[in-house]
């Protein structure tokens, strides 16, 4: 089986973020594969939780949500590459 993992590092943008993840909802998959998101927020804040609770409860698609305080780019690169399945 077939499994696509879309990994989003965010920081300070949940508008944007919202208009992402409702995209990504309407992805079509090949028969047969699956597809989850793994978002991780690069901020001190966790601005996007609320954002993500509340599109997981209207998209089939897994989303996954982590908190990396570390700012940087790497650093939130890598916790997606830690934390995809």
């Not at 077939?2 to 409702?22: D, E, S, Y």
């Not at 001190?44 to 209207?58: A, F, G, M, N, P």
């Amino acid at each position: 089986m077939l499994h696509f993992t879309v990994a989003i590092c965010t920081a300070k943008r949940p508008t944007m973020l919202a208009a992402a993840l409702q995209r990504i909802s309407n992805l079509a998959v090949p028969h047969g594969g699956t597809l989850s998101v793994v978002i991780v927020e690069n901020d001190l804040e966790l601005r996007s939780r609320d954002i993500v609770d509340q599109i997981q409860k209207t998209t089939p698609v897994p989303l996954k949500y982590f908190h990396e305080p570390r700012i940087d780019i790497p650093h939130a690169r890598n916790r997606s590459l830690v934390e995809a399945p």
